[in-house]
């Protein structure tokens, strides 16, 4: 066992049905150590996470605790071990007192007398510093400070183990600091704590190790202050900086000279930070970054598909006001959500169905599309886009990802949309379709159409898109263009900084 490790994990493989989720993973965490866990969606992380907290069972491997082999069959063996897990959304119970949350389920100390609970809450919380009081019904504080009592909670049921999973993804600047001054706190008292986390500045401000996992393996462990941030960019993604710089540079395409089609300027919503962004006819531009750095929550804002709340949006130089979906559909602006299970596809529906849906909304429910016009519809589309089915009329939630992926296209361009957004359109289908979707961007952006473009993979973003705004941690950092699209560029971007 490595020296000062209090938990380690080794040699981990799992596998689900055509997939190696982890193979041959290796993790040590430190006694009194903030140890950042990192790699990119589809990583391996939560698998990890999963298979320590019990909700997972490995297929292979060893998990030790102070140095003796333990076996988690479940979450409460975790508990049993000194193991909890504190989650981004908060799992208490919002109704009822922060001294319940905090001893309910214990059966040894829940049920003692209401005061005697309230006065050991009140010690925990003072010597935690945590701003709130045992009496306080838990659903009047704060995000940060629930999360905090759920840390609480933990701490006093003696977790040795603490796993924090996106904590700060809901919380502002002075909340993240409050967590933050609580997490070395309970450093300096020996507990050791894995952080999950999509934000490299919080990484860089809190932790003493990174480990980085890239498609279900172990890329390396590193100590943060050694390791430049471009350096763990380019290890999350999986492409060295001396290859990058090998990479072709993008020509200037003319961009400059076509018309705006659309214009915002501090433009948020209840999820998007204000920002300033354009796009012109024709012209195929995208947000980049690492997940969560703000991309998806950007374009919802564009597209009204969450609660607008400040900015000025100007369409072919006249003004207009988008606060909801519909809004946007009638200006022409279509909109392809990242998630195709949950904001895409309706599964029970036909491949036709699918189709004409958009379309229909924006006719409105007193001018139904016949069914004649649908058939017609989904053949042709079916036809141009390639949809492997067996018939148009075959539930969608029946075919394949990239055939899903291409029936929300097909529902989009019926529309005949001036400016279409498509946040990973690729995610998760063949190279064939992939490249298909590629081909049908750029075909589109010479018809006139504005394009958005997002993807996880930068070499696609780059082959596909001649304008990049770079995100991280919600703010717009930086505008490539021309020769500055290379990957290396894009890092240093995302980074911060030179290499």
């Known amino acids: ?4 490790c209090l938990l380690q994990m080794h040699h981990i493989d799992k596998t689900f049905p055509g997939v190696k989720a982890l193979s041959g993973v290796d993790f040590c965490l430190r006694k009194g150590e903030i140890h950042a866990l990192m790699g990119e969606n589809g990583a391996g992380k939560s698998t990890l996470i999963k298979i320590l907290t019990g909700v997972y069972q490995m297929d292979g491997g060893e998990i030790r605790l102070e140095g003796q082999p333990v076996v988690i069959k479940s979450p409460q063996d975790a508990g049993n071990n000194g193991i909890s897990t504190v989650y981004q ?6 109704n009822i007192t922060v001294a319940e949350n905090m001893f309910i389920g214990r059966d040894s100390s829940f049920f003692v007398k209401k005061k005697e609970r309230e006065k050991r ?3 925990i919380l003072t010597k935690l510093g945590i701003p709130a009081r045992s009496t306080m019904q838990l659903g009047s504080c704060s995000l940060a400070v ?16 603490l796993i924090l999973d996106e904590p700060t993804s809901s919380l502002d600047d002075k909340e993240v600091n409050m967590l933050f001054d609580l997490m070395r706190d309970l450093k300096s008292k020996g507990v050791g704590i894995i952080f999950v986390t999509h934000f490299l500045e919080q990484v860089y ?10 498609n279900g393996e172990l890329v390396g462990e590193y100590l943060t202050q050694e390791l430049p941030q471009v350096e763990l960019v380019s290890k999350m993604i999986g492409k060295e900086l001396e290859e990058l710089s090998s990479l072709g540079e993008t020509e200037e395409t003319g961009d400059e000279e076509k018309e705006d089609f659309y214009v915002a300027k501090g433009l948020s919503s209840s999820d998007a930070l204000a920002f300033d962004f354009n796009i012109k006819k024709g012209e195929v531009n995208g947000f980049t970054g690492l997940l969560g750095s703000g991309r998806s929550e950007s374009v919802r804002a564009i597209f009204g598909a ?3 709340t400040g900015g000025n949006v100007k369409i072919k130089g006249k003004n207009v006001k988008i606060t909801k979906p519909i809004d946007a559909m009638k200006h022409g602006i279509g909109y392809l959500a990242e998630d195709r299970k949950r904001d895409g596809i309706i599964a029970e529906l036909s491949v036709r169905e699918n189709i004409i849906l958009a379309l229909q909304v924006m006719n409105g429910m007193f001018k139904p599309i016949s069914r004649s016009e649908a058939e017609t519809f989904a053949d042709e589309y079916i036809k141009v886009l390639n949809i492997k089915t067996a018939s148009r009329e075959t539930p969608v939630g029946s075919l394949s990802g990239g055939n899903q992926q291409k029936v929300i296209l097909a529902r989009w361009l019926l529309t005949h949309p001036d ?3 498509l946040d990973e359109p690729t995610r998760g289908i063949d190279v064939g379709t992939k490249l298909e979707i590629q081909k049908l961007v750029l075909k589109l952006a010479e018809e006139g159409v ?4 997002i993807s996880s993979e930068v070499e696609e973003m780059l082959r596909t898109c001649s304008r990049l705004i770079v995100m991280r941690d919600r703010h717009i950092v930086g505008e490539l263009k021309g020769k500055e699209l290379t990957q290396t560029q894009v890092m240093k971007t995302i980074a911060g900084g030179d290499a």
């Open 450 to 453: 504005s394009v958005t473009f």
């Open 306 to 308: 969450d609660k607008v």
């Open 146 to 161: 629930q999360q905090m009592v759920a840390i609480a909670r933990a701490v006093d049921m003696k977790c040795k183990v």
């Open 121 to 123: 809450a009140d010690e």
């Open 419 to 421: 400016y279409l957004i």
């Open 1 to 4: 066992m490595q020296e000062n």
């Open 205 to 214: 401000e809190v932790s003493d190790r990174i480990t980085v996992l890239r």
């Open 89 to 94: 959304e908060i799992t208490l119970c919002p």
